[in-house]
């Protein structure tokens, strides 16, 4: 695309031609913001199968011996049981948590926020979708092959994963398609990562350098790398597991492993490298599905505070070196698998100091707040819910990260809490605050308000009242992954306590019921949205909504300043976008 003049601050280039013909144009597209839709309709679609799973987890919690017509035998098998452990899970780890926030918004708004027409490889990234969506029909299909789905939770822990169908129902195709997924999930990783790296540093506008750049493409930008390092290693693990299966090659299985009083013919394996190779890349998972909201949170809370981040560089800094350090921690996930303690100890140190990072960003964020004119709308409320849980969640992350304390904890539901708080319901804030915050630049429409603030408190109470008890059963011992606790003497008595966090998990997901309606009603009768709704710093809102082919119909625009220029002291107005030339900045006379 050749350039060809100049005017005020963009760049004129001739106008890029729309795709002719339904399926060029919405499924096999090649746009980043159809794909970037495609990923939230993915996820969409994948929260929702995961939280019905959940909601028959707590069920069956509460009511064990409740008949349900839609389970064969009428009751639920501690087995089957154990499938909706291992495909929620699953589920909301691959197909949520890391689709929605890196490859729905992150692939929408990424080139748009950087001022580039596409990414830097479409092709590669219309296949990147296909690919996970291959994986996606895997997993669900998991649920209807003989033997169902698989019973070896998300992190599949060899040997029960390697042996096939002697070691339980669910454990031979169920296993094996399950294996294919996610080997099918970390090879679509690698395409997009690619993707998004080569786009963030070769295709930013005029004027954009690094530390210009929202603090949301950061946060895209350094969960790229993070899943270009990690997801090849879960790759080559998956590789070997299927081996290990259909090969009967010994990477995972040990010699001597007697099985339903059957020796297998393995020698040599080691389930610990499984462990190894799961939490090489299993760590940075969590922050390949959390840093993606540090950014949307950081960006959010500025816009509405109406202020300048506080200390931006520091935030950047510090989603690096949460990026860095996340590669150094993965063998605290294994304190209990009979590691040396000095291994230990050197694990728990660094854990530890990935608190450093993390407090800089709480504390930046509580000084971007500090005296602003906060205006709580619904992205806002998110924003500050996000914060809230990732804190809570994190808190409690200090005490597993001592190995004595974690020998103890590490079986219960006390970790189930931990981590559900830090990375799964604070990430989900993350999502939500994104979709408030730019569904009017993605779909032309306003989402409706009252609505939104409606579906936070329901879920911000409902979270809190689901996972904060969860600590206390997992300190009082209340082991995790059993299908009926009830029947186990010393758990007795905390029964109350899951029929309480049951009846929040269902009033909490009936809750979602708010967003639904709100996002798909708003899809077609919301107020229509204008460039820029809220008042807003960064490139996206110096374009339509929603924005044309080529994202900026022709004029790309320059940068001239840093990405949260608000409240500027002299300026006529509370905001001053980037892609305002200085001599066009009204001042107050």
Same mark, same amino acid.
């Given at each position: 695309?050749?350039?060809?003049?100049?005017?005020?601050?963009?760049?004129?280039?001739?106008?890029?031609?729309?795709?002719?013909?339904?399926?060029?144009?919405?499924? #096999?597209?090649?746009?980043?913001?159809?794909?970037?839709? /495609?990923?939230?309709?993915?996820?969409?679609?994948?929260?929702?199968?995961?939280?019905?799973?959940?909601?028959?987890?707590?069920?069956?919690?509460?009511?064990?011996?409740?008949? %349900?017509?839609? &389970?064969?035998?009428? /009751?639920?098998?501690?087995?089957?049981?154990?499938?909706?452990?291992?495909?929620?899970?699953?589920?909301?780890?691959?197909? &949520? %948590?890391?689709?929605?926030? /890196?490859?729905?918004?992150?692939?929408?708004? %990424?080139?748009?926020?950087?001022?580039?027409?596409?990414?830097?490889?479409?092709?590669?990234?219309?296949?990147?979708?296909?690919?996970?969506?291959?994986?996606?029909? =895997?997993?669900?299909?998991?649920? &209807?092959?003989?033997? *169902?789905?698989?019973?070896?939770?998300?992190?599949?822990?060899?040997?029960?994963?390697?042996?096939?169908?002697?070691?339980?129902?669910?454990?031979?195709?169920?296993?094996?398609?399950?294996?294919?997924?996610?080997?099918?999930? =970390?090879? $679509?990783?690698?395409? *997009?990562?690619?993707?998004?790296? $080569?786009?963030?540093?070769?295709?930013?506008?005029?004027?954009?350098? %690094?530390?210009?750049?929202?603090?949301?493409? !950061?946060?895209?930008?350094?969960?790229?790398?993070?899943?270009?390092?990690?997801?090849?290693?879960?790759?080559?693990?998956?590789?070997?597991?299927?081996?290990?299966?259909?090969?009967?090659?010994?990477?995972?299985?040990? +010699?001597?492993?007697?099985?339903?009083?059957?020796?297998?013919?393995?020698?040599?394996?080691?389930?610990?490298? !499984?462990?190894?190779?799961?939490?090489?890349?299993?760590?940075?998972?969590?922050?390949?599905?959390?840093?993606?909201?540090?950014?949307?949170?950081?960006?959010?809370?500025?816009?509405?505070?109406?202020?300048?981040?506080? *200390?931006?560089?520091?935030?950047?800094?510090?989603? =690096?070196?949460?990026?860095?350090?996340?590669?150094?921690?993965?063998?605290?996930?294994?304190?209990?698998?009979?590691?040396?303690?000095?291994?230990?100890?050197?694990?728990?140190?660094?854990?530890?100091?990935?608190?450093?990072?993390?407090?800089?960003?709480?504390?930046?964020?509580?000084?971007?707040?500090?005296?602003?004119?906060?205006?709580?709308?619904?992205?806002?409320?998110?924003?500050?819910?996000?914060?809230?849980?990732?804190?809570?969640?994190?808190?409690?992350?200090?005490?597993? +990260?001592?190995?004595?304390?974690?020998?103890?904890?590490?079986?219960?539901?006390?970790?189930?809490?931990?981590?559900?708080?830090?990375?799964?319901?604070?990430?989900?804030?993350?999502?939500?605050?994104?979709?408030?915050?730019?569904?009017?630049?993605?779909?032309?429409?306003?989402?409706?308000?009252?609505? *939104?603030?409606?579906?936070?408190?329901?879920?911000?109470?409902?979270?809190?009242?689901? #996972?904060?008890?969860?600590?206390?059963?997992?300190?009082?011992?209340?082991?995790?992954?059993?299908?009926?606790?009830?029947?186990?003497?010393?758990?007795?008595?905390?029964?109350?306590?899951?029929? #309480?966090?049951?009846?929040? $998990?269902?009033?909490?997901?009936?809750? /979602?019921?708010?967003?639904?309606?709100?996002?798909?009603?708003?899809?077609?009768?919301?107020?229509?949205?204008?460039?820029?709704? !809220?008042? +807003?710093?960064?490139?996206? !809102?110096?374009?339509?909504?929603?924005?044309?082919?080529?994202?900026?119909?022709?004029?790309?625009?320059?940068?001239?300043?840093?990405?949260?220029?608000?409240?500027?002291?002299?300026?006529?107005?509370?905001?001053?976008?980037?892609?305002?030339?200085?001599?066009? &900045?009204?001042?107050?006379?």
């Amino acid at each position: 695309m050749s350039s060809h003049a100049h005017a005020g601050g963009s760049t004129v280039h001739a106008p890029m031609a729309e795709p002719s013909g339904f399926i060029r144009k919405y499924i #096999f597209s090649v746009d980043h913001k159809v794909i970037g839709i /495609q990923y939230f309709l993915l996820a969409l679609t994948a929260v929702v199968i995961g939280i019905v799973l959940s909601l028959l987890m707590r069920f069956h919690l509460v009511w064990p011996n409740a008949t %349900l017509p839609f &389970v064969s035998g009428g /009751q639920m098998s501690q087995e089957q049981y154990l499938a909706l452990v291992t495909m929620h899970g699953t589920i909301m780890v691959f197909f &949520v %948590l890391t689709t929605a926030p /890196q490859g729905g918004f992150g692939n929408y708004f %990424l080139p748009i926020q950087i001022g580039a027409p596409d990414m830097a490889f479409p092709r590669l990234n219309m296949l990147s979708f296909w690919v996970t969506f291959l994986a996606f029909v =895997c997993i669900v299909a998991a649920f &209807v092959v003989p033997g *169902g789905a698989p019973i070896s939770g998300w992190t599949g822990y060899t040997p029960l994963s390697g042996l096939g169908e002697i070691t339980g129902p669910g454990e031979g195709w169920g296993q094996t398609l399950w294996i294919v997924s996610i080997s099918l999930f =970390c090879l $679509a990783s690698l395409l *997009g990562a690619l993707n998004f790296i $080569a786009t963030t540093i070769d295709l930013r506008a005029p004027g954009m350098s %690094l530390m210009r750049m929202p603090l949301t493409v !950061w946060g895209w930008f350094v969960t790229a790398i993070l899943g270009l390092l990690a997801f090849g290693v879960l790759l080559a693990g998956g590789i070997l597991l299927l081996l290990d299966r259909s090969a009967h090659t010994s990477f995972f299985i040990p +010699a001597g492993l007697v099985v339903n009083d059957q020796l297998q013919a393995h020698s040599g394996g080691s389930p610990l490298l !499984w462990q190894h190779l799961f939490w090489f890349f299993g760590h940075p998972e969590v922050y390949i599905a959390i840093l993606p909201g540090m950014g949307v949170a950081s960006h959010v809370l500025s816009t509405f505070a109406r202020k300048p981040v506080y *200390g931006y560089r520091a935030m950047a800094y510090a989603i =690096c070196a949460i990026g860095f350090l996340g590669f150094m921690v993965w063998g605290h996930h294994m304190f209990v698998s009979g590691m040396s303690p000095y291994s230990g100890f050197a694990f728990s140190v660094l854990t530890m100091s990935i608190g450093v990072p993390s407090a800089i960003k709480t504390f930046n964020w509580l000084g971007t707040l500090w005296g602003g004119k906060i205006q709580f709308k619904s992205p806002m409320l998110f924003a500050l819910g996000f914060v809230s849980l990732f804190v809570s969640g994190g808190l409690s992350g200090l005490f597993l +990260a001592q190995p004595a304390v974690d020998n103890m904890l590490h079986a219960t539901y006390y970790v189930v809490a931990h981590f559900h708080l830090v990375m799964g319901v604070a990430a989900i804030f993350g999502i939500f605050a994104a979709t408030y915050f730019w569904f009017p630049k993605m779909f032309g429409r306003m989402m409706n308000e009252p609505l *939104g603030k409606i579906h936070f408190w329901f879920t911000f109470v409902g979270a809190y009242c689901i #996972f904060m008890p969860m600590h206390f059963i997992g300190i009082a011992g209340g082991i995790r992954r059993y299908a009926d606790a009830s029947a186990v003497g010393f758990l007795a008595h905390l029964q109350p306590v899951h029929e #309480f966090m049951t009846i929040a $998990a269902f009033i909490t997901g009936a809750a /979602q019921l708010f967003f639904l309606f709100n996002f798909f009603y708003s899809l077609k009768f919301g107020p229509k949205a204008s460039k820029n709704p !809220w008042n +807003a710093t960064t490139l996206e !809102w110096d374009t339509d909504s929603p924005p044309p082919i080529d994202n900026f119909g022709g004029h790309y625009p320059s940068v001239f300043r840093g990405p949260y220029e608000f409240s500027v002291p002299g300026a006529a107005d509370d905001f001053i976008p980037q892609w305002v030339e200085p001599s066009q &900045v009204a001042r107050v006379r």
